[in-house]
């Protein structure tokens, strides 16, 4: 009699075997992970602020002080996207996984333990609508004066940054924790929170996508970090800022953020290259301001950059500028303007006041009288200073009672604005 076979397969069975070895490891994998996650430490505030709290391993702390002093030793911050580092990013309670680095080319930017940041998070979530912004002193900036400088370009429909303040903390998760202690725990108190750049800063200035140029810093940092260098060795003092070069030998050339994204999108790649020959022509002395720039945006930006005496934001390496596809003109963008100083003299944008460009000028003169009528200011501070003096009040608990927000300096910036206007106008009459 036959035995009839019962239809098992050694191959079958094998393969089971192997399937279920592998999702015991996975699971197992999985479970590590689960017990490798941190948990933010809870948080004692002391303002009535958006609370920011940065949580990284001590290795990684580790990574970003060697880095800080470095930068302390060379009298620059050099970075790269080998520098950033993972951590965890709690805004008001919700914790966002995201990646950080040090930011703010000079020192001051990296005092104490209010470290400056750059922060990407992942994932594609947002901030206030940021997926990408900086954390930093707010000092570096001009206080509150830099919030109000993006609003005043906001309300002009001209381009501006999310500009806010939080309390800020950091978390380190130490390796062996020593008596129960697993954190190093530090209020390092209220940061200024800056949007950087990307296409999210072009929808919320309600813009068509398209790219933002700038201008290179290669040459600048390189020279700056080798002038320190020497300075070091010898016992000299180093000049602690020159101007880069846009335009002669050795110039600094135009780049664009997000650079490989452009390259492999056909639409933003043809916009990068026109916006870019656009610049670079106009470098070269080739197109005038008003065949490059959208010139009513770029005079009334120039008055407001005065007004504020954000002339810092002027400087070529400070420089952001949108492309437009639909008016194929570049708009500037209100970036790093260290605002709140008072002006000496008047200070144009990126070669306006080479050559008379009739066009421009006129904008300029017309930006200049709107800019520096006093009823202009009377309407900026109705609409923004009972919050600018809210913000102002809480930091100065923390940064001492000075003025911050200054009104003599905004008037006083309004005469050299009306003098230029007369200027202007004077050498209008005699070019015709």
């Given at each position: 009699?036959?035995?009839?076979?019962?239809?098992?397969?050694?191959?079958?069975?094998?393969g089971?075997c192997?399937?279920?070895?592998?999702?015991?490891?996975?699971?197992?994998?999985?479970?590590k992970k689960k017990?490798?996650?941190?948990?933010?430490p809870?948080?004692?505030?002391?303002?009535?602020?958006?609370?920011?709290?940065?949580?990284?391993?001590?290795?990684?702390?580790?990574?970003?002080?060697?880095k800080?002093?470095?930068?302390?030793?060379d009298g620059?911050?050099?970075?790269?996207?080998?520098?950033?580092?993972?951590?965890?990013?709690?805004?008001?309670?919700?914790?966002?996984?995201?990646?950080?680095?040090?930011?703010?080319?000079?020192?001051?930017?990296?005092?104490?333990?209010?470290?400056?940041?750059?922060?990407?998070?992942?994932?594609?979530?947002?901030?206030?609508?940021?997926?990408?912004?900086s954390?930093?002193?707010?000092?570096?900036?001009?206080?509150?004066?830099?919030?109000?400088?993006?609003?005043?370009?906001?309300?002009?429909?001209?381009?501006?940054l999310?500009?806010?303040?939080?309390?800020?903390?950091?978390?380190i998760k130490?390796?062996?924790?020593?008596?129960?202690?697993?954190?190093?725990?530090?209020?390092?108190?209220?940061?200024?929170?800056?949007?950087?750049f990307?296409?999210?800063?072009?929808?919320?200035n309600?813009?068509?996508?398209?790219?933002?140029?700038?201008?290179?810093?290669?040459?600048?940092w390189?020279?700056?970090k080798?002038?320190?260098?020497i300075?070091?060795?010898?016992?000299?003092?180093?000049?602690?800022?020159r101007?880069p070069?846009?335009?002669?030998?050795r110039?600094?050339?135009?780049?664009?953020?997000?650079?490989?994204?452009?390259?492999?999108?056909?639409?933003?790649?043809?916009q990068?290259?026109?916006?870019?020959?656009?610049?670079?022509?106009?470098r070269?002395?080739?197109l005038?301001p008003?065949?490059?720039?959208?010139?009513?945006?770029?005079?009334?930006?120039?008055?407001?950059?005065?007004?504020?005496g954000?002339?810092?934001?002027?400087?070529?390496?400070?420089?952001?500028?949108?492309?437009?596809?639909?008016?194929?003109k570049?708009?500037?963008?209100?970036?790093?303007?260290?605002?709140?100083?008072?002006?000496?003299?008047?200070?144009h944008?990126l070669?306006?006041?080479?050559?008379?460009?009739?066009?421009?000028?006129?904008?300029?003169?017309?930006?200049?009288?709107?800019?520096?009528?006093?009823?202009?200011l009377?309407?900026?501070?109705?609409?923004?200073?009972?919050?600018?003096?809210?913000?102002?009040?809480?930091?100065?608990?923390?940064?001492?009672k000075h003025?911050?927000?200054?009104?003599?300096?905004?008037?006083?910036?309004?005469?050299?604005?009306?003098?230029?206007?007369?200027?202007?106008?004077?050498?209008?009459?005699?070019?015709?």
């Amino acid at each position: 009699m036959k035995i009839k076979s019962s239809g098992s397969n050694p191959l079958m069975a094998i393969g089971v075997c192997v399937l279920m070895i592998l999702a015991l490891v996975a699971f197992r994998s999985l479970d590590k992970k689960k017990v490798e996650v941190i948990e933010v430490p809870s948080i004692e505030r002391k303002t009535t602020l958006n609370s920011l709290q940065i949580t990284v391993r001590e290795k990684h702390y580790r990574k970003l002080k060697e880095k800080r002093n470095e930068a302390l030793a060379d009298g620059i911050l050099e970075t790269d996207d080998n520098d950033y580092v993972p951590g965890i990013i709690t805004f008001d309670g919700k914790d966002y996984d995201a990646e950080l680095r040090l930011k703010g080319d000079w020192t001051d930017h990296l005092q104490d333990d209010k470290w400056s940041y750059r922060i990407k998070l992942k994932n594609d979530q947002t901030i206030m609508g940021m997926r990408k912004f900086s954390v930093h002193h707010p000092k570096t900036r001009g206080y509150v004066n830099e919030w109000l400088y993006h609003k005043a370009n906001k309300a002009e429909d001209l381009i501006g940054l999310r500009y806010q303040f939080a309390e800020g903390f950091l978390h380190i998760k130490l390796k062996n924790p020593e008596d129960s202690i697993e954190f190093i725990n530090k209020n390092v108190g209220i940061y200024a929170i800056e949007e950087t750049f990307d296409k999210r800063t072009i929808e919320s200035n309600r813009r068509k996508e398209g790219v933002i140029l700038r201008i290179s810093e290669q040459y600048f940092w390189k020279e700056t970090k080798q002038a320190w260098k020497i300075a070091n060795q010898t016992g000299s003092r180093a000049n602690p800022k020159r101007i880069p070069k846009f335009i002669g030998p050795r110039n600094e050339y135009v780049s664009t953020f997000g650079l490989s994204k452009i390259l492999a999108d056909k639409a933003l790649n043809k916009q990068f290259k026109h916006a870019k020959n656009l610049l670079e022509t106009y470098r070269l002395g080739r197109l005038k301001p008003s065949e490059v720039f959208d010139t009513k945006k770029l005079a009334l930006h120039t008055a407001i950059n005065n007004l504020f005496g954000a002339y810092h934001g002027l400087e070529a390496i400070n420089l952001r500028f949108y492309y437009n596809p639909t008016t194929s003109k570049l708009e500037p963008i209100a970036y790093d303007g260290n605002s709140g100083e008072r002006l000496k003299e008047f200070h144009h944008y990126l070669y306006t006041n080479k050559e008379i460009d009739i066009e421009y000028t006129k904008e300029l003169i017309a930006a200049l009288e709107l800019v520096s009528h006093p009823e202009y200011l009377k309407i900026l501070f109705d609409n923004f200073y009972k919050e600018a003096k809210g913000f102002d009040a809480i930091l100065q608990r923390e940064f001492g009672k000075h003025i911050v927000i200054d009104k003599n300096v905004y008037a006083h910036n309004q005469t050299i604005l009306r003098q230029e206007a007369q200027r202007l106008k004077i050498l209008i009459q005699s070019d015709i």
